[in-house]
């Protein structure tokens, strides 16, 4: 079940309004002012933090109780809560949580409590509307984040280091490939395989994942690619 005011306004369900320069303004669920790109067409303004939180809740809980070793069934099973919107900025922790998790089960070692509660922190900070303002997806950036957390790295480290960087270099280079405009179930999608992949050759942790991904969320999605994206049904 999902809102509906998926990929629009969670207060009236306008459709998003993005500007090339960003404006202050209050957020409608908070009254915290914040500098963003994009209000809704009525003028209504959600910050990223009251945008993703109870979605970003809902992730860790899912994960902390999963022994699934399929970073996408991670994936296509949060997607399904009703707080994980059809765009939105809790992609990026989603990403990294669901690799954390399928990683840890397949015999990855990590402290999965302590690492998720960094996922949400890491990829809280994240800011919606990257993709495209940056040029640097956040579902990319979460997996980035994963093996970052996984291999301990900091700005300091040497090997593990240039591993974190070129994996998510990897993502973004098969997002750029695919194009947009952004889709996060999409993205969220092709940076979960990449970084599945990059593990199993770098790190020699096995981690499943299905053969085809059929995306269930087209009708959702406004702008999506159909023929165009490797998931579309």
Known sequence: M??????????CGAPI??????????????????????????GHFVCDVCHGKKGITAI??????????????????????????MHGPEHHVMVGAALLTACRNAGGETDLAKALGEMAYRGGQYPGGSCGYWGSCGAAVSAGMFL??????TPLSTETWGLCNRLTAACLEKLGTIGGPRCCKRN????????AEYVKEHLGVAMEVPEQITCTHSARNKQCLKNRCPYYR
């Open 148 to 153: 970052s957390i996984l291999t301990g790295t």
């Open 60 to 85: 860790i809980a899912h994960c902390m109780k999963s022994d699934s070793r399929d970073p996408i069934a991670l994936l296509q099973e949060m997607m399904e809560h009703p707080s994980v919107y």
């Open 17 to 42: 309004v993005y500007y090339d320069a960003p404006k202050e303004m209050e957020c409608m669920i908070c009254h915290k002012k914040a500098s963003s790109h994009a209000n809704c067409g009525e």
């Open 188 to 195: 969220s999608f092709t940076a979960a395989l990449t970084a």
């Open 2 to 11: 999902h809102s509906e005011h998926e990929g629009a306004c969670l207060i």
